[in-house]
């Protein structure tokens, strides 16, 4: 769960799961040169993914990234790039079209999880 300015409005449109799914990245690089790199997922949501690349890309950039567990594919573009503090870059991504690339369900934004509720008593 992540922490919010008291400010901030929540504007993902599904959760983040955190989920390693083994991927290639399709693209092209400025000199026309096409380039596919295996990496795997970090999080991922109904709408996109986040995930190391050694690839350089930029903000807006059409990747297509296939799902080698399933073989499915899906154009998504650039829309993060950060690099953290062991010197990886990580890309988000988000998915043209609303496919469900993951075949998952994912909760919609904001959804707290369910709770159990437990009697006073124990049976023996």
């Not at 993914?49 to 950039?61: D, I």
């Not at 650039?78 to 690099?83: F, G, W």
């Not at 469900?100 to 008593?121: E, L, Q, S, Y």
Request: charged share 25%; hydrophobic share 35%; aromatic share 8%.
């Amino acid at each position: 769960m992540s922490l919010l300015h008291f400010r901030c409005k929540e504007r993902r449109r599904t959760q983040r799961v955190p989920l390693i799914v083994p991927l290639s990245v399709h693209g092209e690089t400025d000199d026309g040169e096409k380039f596919c790199v295996h990496t795997q997922s970090v999080s991922v949501s109904q709408h996109g993914a986040s995930f190391e690349l050694a690839q350089t890309v930029v903000a807006g950039q059409v990747l297509k990234l296939v799902n080698e567990n399933s073989n499915r594919n899906v154009e998504c573009h650039v829309v993060n790039i950060y690099r953290k503090r062991d010197g990886k870059v990580y890309v988000g991504v988000e998915f043209h079209g609303e496919a469900n690339f993951w075949h998952m369900t994912f909760p919609p934004a904001g959804a707290r999880p369910m709770r159990r509720i437990v009697g006073n008593k124990a049976t023996a």
